[in-house]
């Protein structure tokens, strides 16, 4: 499924980048408070956006459902976050690994319009089992370790549990599609 | 004439101590009577809070009696529900920051209907030992 991000700037790679290991650790991009708060709000609409599409073209009772929680549980991440920037007086600033993110999901969101209605559904879970994994890894990794300001990362720990559930939720669905 | 006055104050006296007795033995006075039975109060339900954080129920079990009250606070950022394995009873949804109290009538194993992977169980006893 990632290799659907490949052309270009390709999203796996970018991700394998943000990866966290002692091996990739000095080439971890670096960010600022206001770069990482423009990443996590990137990544929560990248998933509403998915979501979006999901509501749209799927049939299957399961898929709508778990489509449902990603657009309300990500909404309620991007109001607290939004809420947070608010209060520290802060303007998230886009970044190479905002633009990323971004251009990957436009690919991606490409595919999901593209593919047959037989497609959608396992085309739709295996994305989101891939690109939860992903944003698990780069928040871990990445996000928190960077964060400087205590409340930012806080916010960031407190999404981590959410972001482990949603996984877990799509590969029970991914199974059940099987 | 001492002589009259004394059978005076003895008079007095009497009659004091005569009109007294009944009062000063008011207690004691429905000594023959049967005693109400005594009121048994119905033992007021215990209180437990389940608490939903970091998409979990914790604790993810718990042990109560019949009638308890088990109130769910949802200290996660996003909605939750609980939901009776057989959707015998659910809270609907119980937005980040809310509550809900459900009073334990059986044992029920539950989930959270909006995140299917969070569950959790209550028992009902006869009895708790705490």
């Not at chain 1, 970044?95 to 251009?103: D, F, M, Y």
Request: hydrophobic share 45%; with cysteine.
């Amino acid at each position: 499924m990632i290799k659907k991000f490949a052309g270009g700037a390709s999203f796996a790679l970018l991700l394998g980048l943000l990866h966290v290991t002692p091996v990739f650790s000095q080439g971890n991009p670096h960010l600022t408070d206001p770069e990482i708060a423009s990443v996590a709000v990137v990544a929560n609409q990248n998933d509403i956006g998915y979501a979006e599409i999901a509501q749209k073209r799927s049939k299957n009772a399961e898929v709508l459902k778990f489509a449902q929680t990603m657009s309300n549980d990500h909404k309620a991440v991007i109001a607290q976050a939004v809420a947070l920037v608010k209060k520290l007086n802060v303007t998230p600033k886009d970044n190479a690994v905002s633009k990323k993110l971004l251009a990957g999901a436009a690919k991606e969101k490409k595919a999901l319009e593209a593919v047959s209605d037989k497609a959608f559904d396992k085309t739709y879970i295996d994305n989101e089992v891939a690109y939860h994994k992903a944003v698990i890894s780069t928040v871990e990794g990445v996000l928190i370790p960077q964060a400087q300001n205590a409340e930012l990362k806080q916010l960031l720990q407190k999404v981590v549990p959410a972001l482990k559930t949603h996984l877990a939720h799509a590969q029970m669905v991914q199974s059940n599609l099987k | 004439m001492r002589t009259l006055r004394f059978a005076w104050r003895c008079l007095v006296v009497s009659a004091v101590v005569v009109v007294s007795a009944p009062a000063l033995n008011g207690c004691s006075s429905d000594a023959g009577k049967e005693k109400p039975a005594p009121v048994v109060r119905p033992k007021e339900p215990d209180i437990y809070t389940v608490e939903i954080k970091d998409m979990k129920f914790v604790p993810d079990s718990i042990v109560v009696k019949k009638g308890d009250r088990v109130i769910f606070v949802n200290r996660d950022m996003v909605g939750h529900c609980v939901t009776e394995d057989g959707k015998a009873w659910t809270s609907g949804a119980i937005p980040g920051g809310e509550d809900w109290m459900l009073v334990a009538q059986k044992s029920s194993n539950y989930y959270c209907a909006i995140h299917v992977v969070m569950k959790g169980k209550i028992v009902v006893k006869d009895s708790v030992s705490k």
